[in-house]
């Protein structure tokens, strides 16, 4: 940068005023800007008539503030320690022929910056007092801006935390619901499976509100995969998990059980009205044909149905599916059947529903309230 060449100090009382409002303006208007020490340092120079000057923020020199073609202001230590152990500007003559100034730039009591002049001649009595008029002025620009810095730098890092939190949220978020989704179906994963049960078990007894359980077993599962290969019995799987998806309310739970079992938690909905569900998911697979390369695959599946009652924990309940479901099974696969609720644990006895019949039981409504439940026909 070149050397400053600081016009004439005005000799009169308003013209001094109006300089030091037009720098009280100019700090005003910088404070809302860019940080621009290099400004603020100009303004002093000029009351002053000096050629060089630095800031020192703390031990840091801003470099950026430095004005002169001579190199780095360098001002004797003794001179800046007694400007800032005293607390007031100290001007004196230096080694070099120049006149040192050092003024303390604070707030208060407490110093934030320390303005550092050199000039060829000696600074006149009223360049120095104007100076100690506008150094406060300069204090509190200085104080400001860094103290906008450190907000900056705090909210900087707050957004990075932020930023990561919810990354990490997210991820959070997605592993769970992988945890909770079966990949392959799209259905509920078995910790799905048992985490809704449980709560809508509580909520049935807590609310008095039927809750039936459907099992459901794909036929011969071993021999599509012998016979077709398991990428079709992925296939398979794929397809009834679709199926479940899209025929159950917002209210049931569609979740894979294991392997190519699967099971739906029917709130608000008695046996009846189960067996007519189950029925029509048997009927759709049994009307559905998988074409794979090495042929058609023709789709069958068992249901076992079992509604809660009094006593019953979530293990009963499921174990009073697997029960009708077994029986389904053993009596010839592709049927629905429901539990006994009256029978002894163990036995296998069944209250079967006729196919032809179209029993009341199941509401078909996404919004219901827990007192009044209307029940639809199949």
């Not at 991820?171 to 945890?179: P, Q, R």
């Amino acid at each position: 940068m070149t050397a400053i060449s600081p016009p004439p100090l005005p000799h009169d009382a308003s013209g001094v005023l109006a300089l030091l409002r037009q720098f009280a303006s100019e700090a005003s208007r910088l404070s809302q800007a860019q940080p621009r020490y290099d400004r603020l340092l100009q303004q002093a120079c000029m009351l002053v008539g000096a050629s060089r000057g630095a800031l020192m923020i703390g031990n840091t020199l801003a470099q950026a503030a430095t004005l002169g073609s001579e190199g780095l202001l360098d001002l004797p230590r003794d001179l800046l320690a007694e400007s800032m152990l005293e607390r007031q500007l100290t001007s004196r003559l230096l080694g070099n022929g120049s006149w040192g100034t050092a003024v303390p730039l604070q707030i208060g009591p407490d110093p934030v910056a320390q303005l550092c002049l050199e000039s060829a001649e000696a600074p006149s009595a009223m360049g120095l007092d104007m100076l100690r008029t506008y150094a406060p002025t300069m204090a509190q620009f200085i104080y400001e801006t860094n103290a906008r810095k450190v907000l900056k730098k705090t909210r900087e890092a707050f957004e990075e935390k932020l930023d990561m939190a919810l990354g990490l949220y997210d991820l959070y978020h997605a592993a769970v619901g992988e945890a909770m989704t079966d990949r392959l179906t799209g259905v509920g994963s078995r910790s799905y499976f048992d985490q809704r049960l449980s709560e809508q078990l509580d909520h049935a007894r807590r609310y008095r509100h039927p809750l039936t359980l459907v099992m459901v077993d794909v036929d011969h599962f071993k021999s599509i995969n012998d016979n077709y290969g398991h990428p079709a019995g992925d296939q398979v799987l794929a397809g009834i998990g679709a199926l479940l998806r899209g025929s159950v309310r917002l209210s049931d739970v569609a979740a894979r059980y294991g392997g190519e079992e699967f099971a739906l938690i029917l709130p608000f909905t008695e046996s009846e009205g189960a067996w007519i569900l189950a029925d029509r998911l048997r009927q759709s697979l049994q009307e559905w044909t998988l074409i794979v390369s090495e042929g058609l695959v023709q789709v069958t599946a068992s249901f076992g149905l079992a509604v809660l009652t009094d006593g019953m924990d979530a293990r009963d309940l499921v174990k009073a599916a697997d029960r009708a479901l077994y029986v389904a099974k053993r009596e010839g696969r592709n049927q629905v059947r429901v539990a006994d609720p009256l029978s002894p644990s163990g036995s296998f006895p069944l209250a079967t529903l006729e196919k032809g019949v179209e029993p009341q039981g199941r509401a078909t409504s996404a919004n219901r309230n827990d007192e009044t439940i209307e029940r639809n026909r199949g």
